[in-house]
């Protein structure tokens, strides 16, 4: 087991910068992939980001080029950087943990863009 813990979010201005820290109570080098996701009210959950241990990144085409995800296994830590929000990245940002027979979430933390 691991419990996530999110924090970073908040009120934010249009074309503002964001960062998101998610903490974890043990050690995220057993899991292969550590994720970003977002659910906007009354739509499904999406995914933002991922990275695998051996660096790799994912995103969506949405946030390409104004977001950056790392992770930091010393600290059991995982960053989700972004850039130029828009109004359209507003929703709860959830993390995620990934191994191969395990799946974990965090609580998630509020992010509004709003003028």
């Known amino acids: 087991q691991v419990q996530l813990v999110e924090s970073g979010g908040g009120l934010v201005q249009p074309g503002g910068p964001l960062r998101l820290s998610c903490a974890a109570s043990g050690s995220i080098a057993r899991f292969y992939a550590m994720g970003w996701y977002r659910q906007a009210p009354g739509k499904q959950r999406e995914l933002v980001a991922t990275i695998t241990n051996s660096g790799s990144t994912n995103y969506r085409d949405s946030v390409k080029g104004r977001s950056t995800i790392s992770r930091d296994n010393a600290k059991n830590t995982v960053y989700l950087q972004m850039y130029s929000l828009k109004p359209e990245d507003t929703g709860i940002y959830y993390c995620?943990?990934?191994?191969?027979?395990?799946?974990?979430w965090g609580q998630g933390t509020q992010v509004t863009v709003s003028s």
């Open positions: 995620n943990a990934r191994g191969y027979t395990s799946d974990f």
